[in-house]
């Protein structure tokens, strides 16, 4: 299976937009990329989801939002442990915006991480996972 999991680390729930540019981008390019979206305000259950997606994926893109740097990422936090961890072989992780916390996580996954990619960037990315 591919992958895209987007997460969103926005100050209140009613901010989390439910389309992004990237992913209509990535879905029109990729319609079998089986995608979904979490937020810092997700409940555990969706985390559970995302981690058993995480780990059925044969090729995995992740995006991190962040409106804010100084946004709480809650219980998102051991989603991306485990990914940091794991260092799935054919995952990207990208971070759009700023979030000190989350840029320091991602870090540490060395080459499988991209920080403030534009729009094309992230379609070469795809194109590199998904094709």
Request: glycine fraction near 4%; proline fraction near 4%.
């Amino acid at each position: 299976m591919k992958a895209l999991l987007s997460i969103q680390l926005v100050e209140k729930p009613e901010d989390v937009l439910f389309k992004t540019s990237y992913e209509e981008q990535v879905k029109q390019y990729y319609p079998d990329v089986t995608h979904f979206s979490l937020d810092n305000f997700s409940q555990v259950s969706m985390i559970e989801y995302a981690l058993e997606l995480v780990q059925r994926s044969e090729s995995l893109l992740i995006v991190i939002e962040s409106s804010n740097g100084e946004t709480s990422p809650n219980k998102l936090t051991s989603l991306i442990n485990h990914l940091v961890r794991k260092r799935f072989d054919n995952m990207k992780l990208i971070m759009l915006g700023e979030h000190p916390a989350m840029e320091k996580m991602g870090k540490a996954l060395g080459e499988k991480f991209d920080f403030q990619p534009n729009k094309e960037k992230i379609l070469l990315i795809a194109d590199h996972l998904f094709s």
